[in-house]
């Protein structure tokens, strides 16, 4: 009996070591740690939740059941590991914040991110997702990312896709959406221009809700991303188990089962579940009938298991008949061809798409090999591709592009991505898509020619061609170089405004920066340059915007014109000659009339000395005439200067009648003027303006030779855009010349601006021509109007300026007395005299000086002396000594302080127009009246 007692107990432990260790084996078929068996046996129960719409990777069905091809591998990886699985669904943000809170362990569904990374632990890559853009069908102005610039883009909230379009500096609005089959109901609404989402994903929802015809996928994949399971940071060691898992599903095959499963292609376990673990069954029953309640808890634990794995094949099972046909329908709709092929190349399968585009059937595909219809010159290439995958184990590959034959013989480019398909653990065959991209090569073709022509036509014009960007270069072509003397390198390397003239960079700059503002500024202007050798170049720049890059941009035109500048300012120099012989003879005729008044009236005053009101009257008479010859002196300096314009800011009015009635001098004609009292002032140089306004009015007076009346007119005007006349907008003085003469032919009237063209039988030709090119200098514009046998008008254009003019002298009146010491310096003893007892009788102590040299030997005596002078006179011009302006350098060298007044027959010398630049408080110009040297002294000396 104890013998068979021992035997009995020998086989029933036997049995409960095969019950115990049977579940154990089947649950931890993988190895664990001993610290994850710990955390097994404790967690029991793991939560998953997953997105609600999120087919085919997880979804939940019409019974509110959770389903897809995650949640298929996590049924897999709990039967594996040992572990009870509890689902959940949500929106993909709620399903984040579940994770992060704790409130749930694991995220079935969650692409990896280096910045999703910082707050997940992600698991290995599970399956890789492509992400594509979705628009209206209709539309065509979507085709690639950068079209997304200023458009509304949908999205599914704490998608990836967010960051990838920010990372890719894309500027565009978001409209978040719970998943992506919202998202695309918001295209297709007109809510969005576009979706971007897990391709997957969003073909699921359009085909398995008939939206085919309202919203289509449009360009290539924007990014693939790597589909992962995640949890919160804390649950480092729970991750490190299900990575075990997804190693060993990847390993048996699993993995590319359940992703045959929900991509269409129908498969069936080779065993069942009850079938593989029937004898665990067995030996559990015959446990039950000997160990009964000891055994029991272990065996409803089995059955539960059986239970829930028996109601899972089903539902797969089920779900994968539903699928099939839908993915079915989504392979042969497909645009692009779907394709699969043995690892010898003999083609398997492939959808209509390449059926439609290469023109075989369905039964010729299956007798054709890859050399068939792959041109020969993409033959290594596919051979390459195949070899990569049978023996390097590469499992992915593209894109790559090959040629293609169809049947009828016309050749196809195609973009081939390709994946190796796995089967016994070893490369069985290949699937891939393949897009014809026939027409992009021939457009990249066309464009590579155009881009050719048009490099040929740049490098070898014959201007110079720069692309100005920000504040650099982006193209210079080879003639820009030529012009500036730097290479392509140095020009694109450093600010454009430095190869500028340093007058000109404000202008330069400023017209660019409006360029780019979206402004008008004029199109063509000149400016200068200084080139590698430091010359200075003139530049006539025709510049219109562009966009470069995707960026705004300049494209200019530029034309060396130096040439042409310097025959403009001969032309000046020589027209000058030509006006001057025609003044000659009204100047000495005004000249001698004049001086008939001066003599005269002295001759009077001397003989009527006995009577001093009436010699008083006869000296005013006579100082009267002398400024009449000072006003025809300083219009002859005005009219002698030439070049580029010295330009100062002036109220024109009294210029207008000075210049004009000049012109007129020793003619029978003679100046109607019409001039308002608030003319604007203008910039400009008095000289070059004179010569403008005097050439005008000899032409009108050679049109009238009888004589007769010629109108001069000024006025304010605005320029505005819509104009017809090519003009900067803003306020301009516009000046008027009508004469009633002969008039000129229509014919001839355009060319009168036209260097050495004139119809005068004694003329050069040159009088407009300088006009022009002065006014076009001043920034300004002449035109004319003409009507033979009624006469010309001539229009001349001035850009008002912003300055105040300074204020003239007062000439009226009686001199002031004061009181000082005053230091006269000039070579002239009689100007010396004259001006010794003027100042005396106004009450001033004076001292006087031959030159420069003498006026800084007295200067310091009187400072030694503790009796310094308060003003000291210069005159400009000395013969054969120091002259005014070296004097000043050294009398500020001794005093800084010195109080000085320039003074020179030279009114139209720079430094009279500049005198503070060089030390002095004034100027007085030669000749000058009692009143107007006292009124300059009493400024001088107030001036602290």
Not at 3 to 9: A, S, T
Not at 62 to 70: H, I, R, T, V, Y
Not at 387 to 404: A, F, M, N, T
Not at 830 to 854: H, K, N, Q
Request: neutral net charge.
């Amino acid at each position: 009996m104890a013998v068979r007692r021992r035997m009995v107990m020998t086989i029933a432990f036997f049995f409960i070591a095969a019950f115990l260790i049977a579940p154990v084996s089947f649950v931890h078929a993988l190895t664990l740690s001993s610290a994850e068996q710990e955390y097994i046996r404790n967690k029991q129960t793991v939560s998953f939740i997953s997105q609600t719409r999120y087919a085919p990777f997880e979804f939940a069905n019409k019974d509110g059941q959770c389903e897809g091809m995650m949640l298929d591998v996590i049924r897999w990886l709990a039967v594996e590991i040992g572990f009870q699985p509890v689902f959940a669904d949500a929106t993909f943000q709620q399903a984040q914040e579940a994770v992060l809170s704790g409130r749930a362990d694991v995220l079935t569904s969650l692409f990896y991110s280096d910045r999703r990374d910082e707050k997940f632990a992600f698991t290995e890559t599970l399956y890789d997702v492509p992400a594509s853009m979705f628009v209206q069908a209709d539309r065509t102005d979507i085709k690639d990312i950068k079209d997304l610039n200023g458009k509304i883009v949908a999205v599914q909230k704490g998608d990836y896709a967010k960051e990838f379009l920010e990372f890719k500096q894309i500027r565009f609005e978001i409209l978040d959406t719970n998943d992506f089959a919202e998202a695309a109901d918001m295209v297709i609404a007109g809510k969005a221009d576009a979706v971007i989402g897990d391709e997957q994903i969003v073909l699921y929802h359009i085909f398995s809700s008939r939206l085919t015809d309202r919203i289509k996928k449009v360009g290539e994949p924007l990014y693939t991303g790597r589909n992962c399971m995640a949890s919160n940071k804390q649950n480092a060691l729970l991750i490190g188990i299900l990575n075990k898992g997804i190693q060993e599903a990847r390993k048996t095959g699993v993995l590319d089962k359940i992703s045959k499963k929900w991509l269409g292609t129908k498969f069936r376990p080779e065993k069942s579940w009850i079938d593989h673990y029937l004898w665990h069954i067995v030996i559990g029953i015959s446990a039950v009938l000997l160990l009964s309640l000891w055994v029991w808890g272990w065996n409803a634990r089995l059955r539960t298991i059986v239970r829930r794995k028996t109601e899972d094949i089903r539902r797969s099972e089920e779900a994968l008949r539903e699928s099939e046909a839908k993915y079915r329908d989504l392979f042969e709709n497909a645009s692009d061809i779907i394709y699969t092929h043995d690892m010898n190349g003999r083609c398997i399968s492939v959808n209509e798409a390449a059926r439609k585009i290469l023109g075989f059937s369905s039964t010729e595909f299956q007798s054709l090999h890859l050399r068939d219809i792959v041109d020969p010159e993409s033959l290594p290439i596919v051979a390459e591709e195949l070899r990569k995958k049978s023996e390097e184990g590469v499992e992915r590959s593209g894109p790559y592009e090959i040629l293609v034959r169809s049947k009828d013989g016309t050749s196809h480019w195609f973009e081939i991505n390709s994946r190796v398909i796995i089967g016994d653990g070893k490369p069985v065959g290949v699937h891939g898509t393949a897009r014809d991209i026939t027409e992009r090569k021939r457009a990249k073709e066309a464009l590579r020619e155009s881009e050719e022509k048009y490099r040929l036509v740049v490098e070898n014009a014959n201007e110079a061609i720069l692309v100005a960007q920000g504040e650099m270069l982006r193209f210079v072509n080879r003639k820009a170089v030529e012009i500036m003397g730097y290479s392509e390198e140095e020009l694109t390397s450093r600010p454009f405004v430095e190869f500028i003239h340093p007058d000109d960079r404000a202008l330069v700059a400023g017209r660019y920066s409006q360029r780019l503002a979206g402004l008008n500024p004029p199109q063509v202007y000149a400016f200068r340059i200084v080139d590698r050798l430091g010359n200075l170049k003139w530049m006539e720049i025709n510049a219109v915007a562009l966009t470069w890059e995707g960026k705004p941009a300049s494209l200019n035109f530029l034309v060396d014109i130096t040439g042409r500048r310097k025959m403009e300012e001969e032309l000046v120099k020589i027209q000058k000659l030509e006006s001057l012989g025609v003044l000659a003879g009204g100047i000495a005729h005004d000249f001698n009339n004049i001086l008939t008044a001066i003599l005269g009236n002295i001759s009077l005053a001397k003989m009527q000395a006995h009577f001093p009101e009436k010699a008083t009257i006869r000296l005013t008479e006579a100082e009267k005439a002398c400024l009449q010859a000072q006003g025809l002196t300083k219009q002859l300096l005005t009219f002698s200067k030439g070049g580029i314009p010295i330009k100062k800011t002036t109220i024109i009015s009294q210029l207008i009648a000075d210049s004009c009635n000049f012109a007129v001098t020793g003619s029978s004609s003679r100046c109607d003027f019409l001039i308002p009292d608030d003319l604007l002032p203008v910039d400009v140089d008095e000289g070059q303006i004179g010569q403008v306004l005097n050439n005008l009015v000899i032409n009108a007076v050679h049109a009238m030779p009888q004589g007769g009346m010629i109108q001069v007119q000024a006025e304010n005007v605005r320029a505005i855009s819509t104009q017809a006349l090519p003009l900067e907008e803003g306020d301009y003085v516009k000046i008027s010349v009508r004469d009633q003469g002969i008039g000129i032919p229509e014919r001839v009237l355009p060319k009168i601006f036209d260097p050495y063209f004139t119809t005068k039988n004694k003329g050069s030709g040159l009088g407009l021509a300088t006009a022009y090119s002065i006014i076009k200098n001043h920034g300004g514009l002449i035109t004319a109007e003409s009507k033979e046998g009624v006469g010309t008008t001539m229009y001349t254009y001035l850009p008002a300026a912003q300055a105040v003019p300074r204020r003239l002298f007062d000439v009226n009146g009686l001199p002031q007395l004061g009181d000082g010491k005053i230091l006269i310096m000039d070579d002239e003893l009689s100007i010396r005299d004259v001006v010794c007892e003027v100042l005396s009788t106004l009450g001033y102590t004076v001292v006087l000086a031959r030159d420069g040299s003498e006026a800084i030997k007295l200067y310091n005596a009187a400072r030694e002396s503790s009796h310094p002078f308060d003003v000291v006179v210069l005159d400009l011009t000395v013969a054969d000594g120091m002259g005014g302006a070296e004097t000043m350098q050294m009398l500020l060298h001794i005093d800084p302080n010195v109080k000085a007044v320039v003074s020179s027959g030279y009114s139209n010398d720079p430094l009279m127009a500049d005198y503070a630049t060089f030390g002095f408080k004034a100027m007085v110009a030669k000749p000058y009246t009692a009143k107007q040297l006292s009124d300059t002294l009493k400024r001088v000396m107030a001036h602290s």
